[in-house]
């Protein structure tokens, strides 16, 4: 298995007040990719949300393969913006994207 960080962009489609961001990091948790060296190294957040309601979820992702780890960030992105209260139509979220792997190789 590899560790993979994952980023996950996305958009707020309206006003998402700041209870709501920070239940959805607090969702992410489990996931920082603090808790690998690369993430502790770049000073990745779980969350960065930007002023425009453009953010960026990046996730930690144990897996055999890129694609299985693309596709488990994106159920995790998920859940957690559900966790948050959000769906599909206030958060839509685009293509994931590999941004580091973190290996002992």
């Known amino acids: 298995m590899t560790t993979y960080v994952i980023s996950v962009p996305g958009t707020f489609t309206g006003e998402v007040p700041d209870s709501t961001k920070d239940e959805l990091a607090r969702a992410l948790r489990p996931a920082d990719p603090h808790r690998t060296h690369l993430g502790d190294e770049e000073d990745l957040d779980a969350l960065s949300v930007n002023d425009d309601g453009t953010f960026t979820i990046r996730l930690t992702v144990e897996a055999d393969t890129t694609a299985h780890a693309e596709g ?30 973190d290996s002992d190789v």
């Open 72 to 101: 488990r960030a994106r159920q995790v992105a998920d859940s957690a913006l559900r966790a948050a209260g959000l769906d599909d139509g206030s958060a839509p979220l685009g293509p994931t994207v590999v941004t580091g792997i």
